[in-house]
């Protein structure tokens, strides 16, 4: 399937996908330290921003992890292997690509699967759900009452640990989403398993907000059991979408996570 995304920069290319009810967009604040060292893709899954949503079958996860290596396969040049990067939905199936070695590196920021048990899954979807029907209240008014700082920086806080640094049109398409996202209503259905053989030859970086609400950083104790050679980085200070609270450190950890190996 067709995949809405942006190219822009130059050098190897890093796929940067975002996480649920978020859109490519929620990467822009790092393009301009990216792009002079970076073929920068930036793509919106199924079912975001201007990707439509595709008749679903009984494996979602696959689906969605499948048609994101098609889409990288088709906007890499030939002859070179993509690096990928993502946060939370998107940081999962940036670990299951280099888990199946369909990349170059990859790299996690709050990834979504390393879930103690499935209480711990409920009670993150439990907080999506939470927020998505708070924002249902305001219905037309949603507009006007993000306007209101005392309004919109509560309303972003499950995600940003700076949500000031969020502005008024980001944050009305992000709660838009928020609402209208049909897989919020899949999420505790998701099954996040990694293929029977990871490959432990694909260079793996995994980065995590101490001030995640989302997924708490206590999951990240659980990547090293499948990826044995990941590079754990605890982020003082940082949420569950940590590109806007911090571009300079992230944008730094995923050209650190990207250099080209040899």
């Known amino acids: 399937m067709t995949l809405a995304h942006d190219i822009s920069g130059s050098g190897p290319t890093l796929v940067l996908v975002h996480g649920i009810v978020h859109r490519r967009q929620a ?13 920068v ?29 098609d889409f990288i396969a088709g906007v890499t040049p030939t002859g070179e292997r993509a690096h ?8 999962w199936i940036s670990l299951c690509l280099a888990a199946r070695g369909d990349v170059a590196s990859a790299t996690a920021l709050s990834p979504a699967g390393f879930f103690v048990n499935h209480l711990d899954q409920l009670r993150a979807i439990g907080t999506f759900q939470a927020l998505r029907g708070t924002a249902k209240l305001f219905g037309d008014g949603l507009p006007r009452a993000l306007r209101y700082k005392l309004i919109r920086y509560p309303a ?17 398409a992000d709660c838009r989403s928020l609402v209208s996202n049909e897989l919020v209503d899949l999420g505790a259905e998701l099954d996040f398993v990694l293929p029977p053989i ?15 609400l989302i997924l708490p ?9 499948p990826f044995p050679q990941a590079k754990l980085i605890v982020l003082p200070g940082v949420g ?14 995923l050209l650190a996570g990207s250099e080209v190996r040899r």
Do not use: C
């Open 27 to 39: 990467w822009d604040s790092l393009l301009d330290q990216l792009t002079p060292y970076r073929r």
């Open 41 to 69: 893709v930036t793509v919106d899954l199924p079912g975001h921003g201007d990707s439509a949503l595709p008749e679903l079958g009984a494996d979602v996860m696959g689906q969605l992890i499948d048609d994101v290596s």
């Open 84 to 91: 990928v990067a993502g946060n939370s939905l998107g940081g």
């Open 156 to 172: 972003l806080a499950a995600f940003f640990a700076h949500p000031s640094r969020v502005g008024y049109s980001a944050a009305l």
């Open 198 to 212: 990871v490959n432990p030859t694909v260079p793996v970086t995994v980065a995590w907000g101490r001030r995640d």
């Open 217 to 225: 950083v206590y999951q990240a104790q659980r990547v090293k059991k």
């Open 240 to 253: 569950h979408v940590p590109m806007t609270d911090s571009p300079e450190l992230i944008s730094s950890i």
